[in-house]
Structure formats: structure tokens, C-alpha cells
């Protein structure tokens, strides 16, 4: 009898009780990882949303100035926008996810773009805008959102 006692006096865990608590923390870990990503995805999309704000300002305070809007080639020259559109930071134009690249692409974001898309239209809407061209009458600014895995755009009409 002495030596049964003894073993039940021994503490210790079984290996049920190391599996299941072994379990209970990859799940909290799991959780934990999860949401972090997802944070950090939708800080990046308030990123996108509060530059593309920020360049549909400095591109409307530029046709007010100018009565057209850039071309993408244009706006992709760090010396024209140095010489035409002084208060637009070149940060803006920073996708998060590259934020060495300070170009826009010249075509609209597509999905699991790094660039924003800048098109610039005469007012047929379907004519492109080359460097140096006045006729620019409309643009649409796009930019790949994370989180709701969609393009969200600004345009001169006004959305």
C-alpha cells in the first residue's frame, strides 16, 4: 500500500493534459497571428484611401489652376510635378506595400497591385492623355484595397 500512495503523491501531468493544453495555445497563437494580420491589412488600406484622397486634392487644385488634369506620364515625372504640382508629395503616390516605387501605374489597380492606377481621359472618356496634353478632362484614381479584396476608385466626377 506504502508504494501506491507514493505514486499518487508524485505530481506531474499526464500526456492527455500536455496534448490538450499544448492545443488550447496553438489555437490562442493561431487567433492571436490572425487578427495581427488583418490589423495590419486594414491600416494599409486607410493608407490607400487617405492617398488617393490626398492626390484627387492636389489634382483638382491643379485643373482649378490649369483647366485639365495630368497625364500619368506627367505625374510620374518627379521634375513636372516638382515644376507644376509643388504641394503634391511624393509619398502619396507610395502604395504601402512598395513604398520605394513613387510612380502610379497608368492603367487602373488591378488585384494584388503594388501601384495605384491613374487614368487621365479627354471628355470622350475613352481617349487616353499623353505627357504635355491640355485636352484632359477626366481622370479615375484606383487603388487595390486588402481587406474587402476590391479596387476602390476616386474619379473627376466627383466618387
Same mark, same amino acid.
Given at each position: 500500500?506504502?508504494?501506491?500512495?507514493?505514486?499518487?503523491?508524485?505530481?506531474?501531468?499526464?500526456?492527455?493534459?500536455?496534448?490538450?493544453?499544448?492545443?488550447?495555445?496553438?489555437?490562442?497563437?493561431? !487567433?492571436?497571428?490572425?487578427?495581427?494580420?488583418?490589423?495590419?491589412? =486594414? %491600416?494599409? +488600406? &486607410?493608407?490607400?484611401? *487617405? /492617398?488617393?484622397?490626398?492626390?484627387?486634392?492636389?489634382?483638382?487644385?491643379?485643373?482649378?489652376?490649369?483647366?485639365?488634369?495630368?497625364?500619368?506620364?506627367? !505625374?510620374?515625372?518627379?521634375?513636372?510635378?516638382?515644376?507644376?504640382? =509643388? %504641394?503634391? +508629395? &511624393?509619398?502619396?503616390? *507610395? /502604395?504601402?506595400?512598395?513604398?520605394?516605387?513613387?510612380?502610379?501605374?497608368?492603367?487602373?489597380?488591378?488585384?494584388?497591385?503594388?501601384?495605384?492606377?491613374?487614368?487621365?481621359?479627354?471628355?470622350?472618356?475613352?481617349?487616353?492623355?499623353?505627357?504635355? +496634353?491640355?485636352?484632359?478632362?477626366?481622370?479615375?484614381?484606383?487603388?487595390?484595397?486588402?481587406?474587402?479584396?476590391?479596387?476602390?476608385?476616386?474619379?473627376?466626377?466627383?466618387?
Amino acid at each position: 500500500m506504502n508504494l501506491l500512495n507514493k505514486k499518487r503523491d508524485q505530481g506531474g501531468f499526464t500526456i492527455v493534459e500536455l496534448l490538450i493544453v499544448i492545443v488550447v495555445i496553438a489555437i490562442l497563437a493561431l !487567433l492571436v497571428v490572425t487578427t495581427y494580420g488583418g490589423a495590419k491589412a =486594414k %491600416s494599409r +488600406d &486607410a493608407k490607400r484611401v *487617405s /492617398d488617393l484622397q490626398g492626390i484627387q486634392t492636389q489634382l483638382e487644385a491643379f485643373f482649378a489652376s490649369n483647366d485639365y488634369y495630368p497625364a500619368a506620364v506627367d !505625374l510620374n515625372t518627379a521634375s513636372w510635378r516638382t515644376t507644376n504640382m =509643388k %504641394s503634391l +508629395d &511624393a509619398n502619396l503616390l *507610395s /502604395d504601402p506595400s512598395d513604398t520605394a516605387n513613387q510612380t502610379v501605374s497608368t492603367s487602373t489597380a488591378v488585384a494584388g497591385g503594388k501601384k495605384y492606377g491613374y487614368v487621365a481621359t479627354h471628355s470622350d472618356g475613352t481617349t487616353a492623355c499623353t505627357t504635355g +496634353d491640355t485636352e484632359c478632362s477626366q481622370y479615375v484614381l484606383s487603388a487595390y484595397l486588402e481587406v474587402p479584396k476590391s479596387v476602390t476608385s476616386k474619379n473627376s466626377l466627383g466618387s
